[in-house]
């Protein structure tokens, strides 16, 4: 596999990780290209988290490659490329919403000045301008999940990683999450995000449907539906589950 | 500035120690609260022990016809009254009972004949034996005991200098260091180093286990920041910490306790600095033990009563049974008291303490490294 960076921003072949006997993930063969939104679809336990934080350098794979904004994994310097948002909240209850953006901020070098040129739209972004100064351990657990995901934004990276970034996040704002991710791309920018809300999930480019380790489908939403002869991605999935366990009997 | 990035984990911890009142509180008041509680209580001064004397000596003229000479009032004026609180006894049975009840610890009785016998033996006309002043005493408090066996010593001996009367062994003492040292010039190095090592390593331990159940360490590993550069980002703001607390006890040694420091400080300070780099380790370590905080919090007894105990915080190290002597040269506040108070007490420097600094680095590479080993081990 030679350094495809310039077309794909994600791209594995054979990813195992075992946890002893259980195959968190098991042969899974992914390419998220520049500039595209990929969302990686399935129930819990399909392996989605494992995915995410081996390509973020979290985990060590057991087997197979993976290549990160063009770098073989693994390799720490990918980290100034990536935004990460994990799926538990992950900021500092201790620390106001503005201290948990800055520190974010700073990890990446980002100077002071620019750290805050930032932070305004950001938090404008997340509806969360006048909280500022609150305390993040005050924050309820929406709340929280916006700061999250603006810690992740921060730097503005070229490739954003997001563990279910809408969980616990009201419709309304949900729709203006994706409005933002849309624009997120239109800067040329990928993102890899987890979900397991079917509907959302027509917002992405591609979606890759995930079960039990293994990628069983993947296509652009419409495309998915064809070929499932399904009115909705959720019974899409349901057919590509059957038909990948009928396979898996035979 | 990459070299420099671990500087941003150590802001964030001071920022999360400034939000947080009751922690910094703990930083700020456990230290003196421990000095004081032991400062005061456990001083090792034993004070105002109930003593009785019973004087039945008549006393004995010297010369014919003059005034009588009573040695027996001569040592009991000479006893300290702050360590000893004197009541006077008619006779040894009733002074006997009030030891049994408790009422006093000790008793004195001086024989009827006890200044002319005395008199006699220095003047070479007596039997042989020498004249007994008899002590009666409750040893069941070892420390009591001693302090009042020593304080009848001390006033004999002063009597008999007073009469002239020299005893033919001597033993003259010099205080090479620590002339004029109390308690508290001792035990304030001791409690320095303690605070600092049972603080950190607390404070450490529950700060860390939180990054690592709130997803904030992966979340940190997922940026440019390496396990190293966390590692060493907890070091520095802890070192700082440690520094400053034991600054504090200096002060308060010093006004409050009038401690006398002969040594330079900051080289005491050096020491703390590095216990405190070894004790966060140390905690980052012990957190990989734990899922949840209540599971830390289980851990501490086993960190904390040991150095406690064997470190020659309270007794030397010489004073702890040969076999547990191993044990006291690996809990590492060992090496920082006997620093601190080599330094302290004893104005050592550097070349006579680099044992002690040698050991602490040494502690402080091997538990970082096994911290950011401990780190890494998350990944698989």
């Known amino acids: ?250 | 500035m990459k070299r420099l990035r671990f500087l941003t984990v150590t802001r964030r911890v001071f920022r999360d120690l400034r939000n947080d009142r009751r922690t910094l509180a703990l930083i700020i008041i456990a230290p003196i609260f421990v000095m004081f509680v032991f400062g005061l209580a456990f001083s090792g001064e034993v004070k105002n022990i109930v003593f009785i004397v019973v004087n039945l000596d008549r006393g004995a003229s010297v010369s014919p016809g003059g005034v009588p000479l009573s040695l027996s009032d001569k040592i009991v004026s000479n006893l300290d009254r702050e360590v000893l609180k004197i009541e006077f006894g008619d006779d040894r049975e009733a002074a006997l009972a009030k030891i049994e009840n408790g009422e006093a610890y000790a008793a004195i009785i001086f024989p009827e004949d006890f200044t002319s016998r005395v008199l006699a033996d220095v003047q070479g006309k007596a039997s042989g034996s020498a004249t007994a002043v008899e002590l009666l005493l409750d040893r069941s408090n070892i420390n009591v005991a001693n302090t009042i066996t020593r304080t009848v010593n001390d006033a004999l001996l002063a009597t008999m200098d007073q009469a002239g009367v020299q005893p033919p062994l001597k033993v003259e003492s010099t205080a090479v260091f620590g002339q004029g040292a109390k308690f508290m010039d001792f035990f304030v190095p001791g409690i320095m180093a303690f605070a600092v090592y049972m603080i950190t390593t607390l404070l450490t331990l529950i700060t860390f286990v939180g990054e690592r159940t709130s997803g904030t360490l992966q979340r940190m590993l997922a940026t440019p920041l390496t396990e190293r550069d966390i590692v060493l980002g907890y070091a520095t703001t802890f070192s700082i910490i440690g520094v400053g607390q034991a600054l504090l006890l200096l002060v308060i040694g010093i006004l409050v306790f009038h401690i006398t420091v002969v040594g330079n400080v900051l080289l005491a300070f050096l020491v703390i600095a590095l216990l405190a780099v070894v004790s966060q380790a140390l905690g980052i370590l012990l957190s990989s033990t734990a899922r949840r905080e209540a599971q830390a919090i289980q851990v501490l007894p086993f960190v904390v009563l040991p150095a406690f105990l064997l470190a020659g915080i309270f007794w030397p190290v010489e004073a702890i049974p040969m076999w547990l002597r191993p044990l006291s040269y690996i809990v590492p506040p060992t090496y920082t008291v006997d620093a601190c108070r080599a330094v302290m007490l004893k104005g050592w420097g550097i070349g006579k303490i680099w044992i002690d600094i040698l050991a602490l680095l040494l502690m402080a590479a091997f538990f970082l490294s096994l911290a950011v080993w401990s780190l890494r081990v998350g990944k698989d």
């Not at chain 1, 490329?81 to 948990?100: D, K, S, W």
């Not at chain 1, 380790?213 to 064809?226: V, Y």
Request: proline residues 4%.
């Open chain 1, 1 to 250: 596999m030679e350094d495809n960076g310039n077309v794909y921003m994600v791209q594995t072949r054979g990813l195992v990780k075992r946890y002893g006997k259980f195959t968190a993930v098991d042969h899974l063969d992914l390419q998220v290209r520049k500039g595209e939104i990929y969302g990686l679809l399935g129930p819990n336990g399909a392996g989605k988290t494992t995915t995410i934080k081996m390509l973020c350098g979290l985990l060590k794979m057991t087997e197979g490659e993976a290549y990160v904004t063009g770098r073989r994994m693994p390799d720490k310097r990918i980290a100034s490329g990536i935004g990460y948002m994990p799926q538990e909240t992950a900021l500092y209850p201790g620390l106001t919403v503005h201290q948990n953006i800055k520190f974010f901020g700073e990890v990446f070098g980002l100077p002071k000045q620019e750290i805050e040129g930032r932070e305004k739209p950001l938090l404008d972004f997340i509806n969360l301008a006048g909280w500022r100064d609150e305390l993040v351990g005050n924050l309820s657990g929406g709340m929280k999940h916006r700061v999250s995901l603006a810690c992740a934004l921060v730097h503005m990276p070229p490739l954003l990683l997001l563990d279910e970034p809408t969980v616990g996040v009201d419709p309304e704002l949900r729709v203006s999450f994706w409005d933002y991710f849309d624009e997120i791309k239109s800067r040329g920018r990928t993102i890899l995000i987890t979900t397991h809300y079917m509907d959302e999930a027509n917002h992405c480019d591609r979606i890759g449907f995930m079960r039990d380790g293994r990628l069983i489908a993947e296509g652009r939403p419409g495309e998915m539906l064809e070929k499932a002869g399904a009115d909705n991605l959720e019974d899409a999935f349901m057919k590509f589950s059957e038909r990948a366990e009928r396979g898996e009997k035979r």
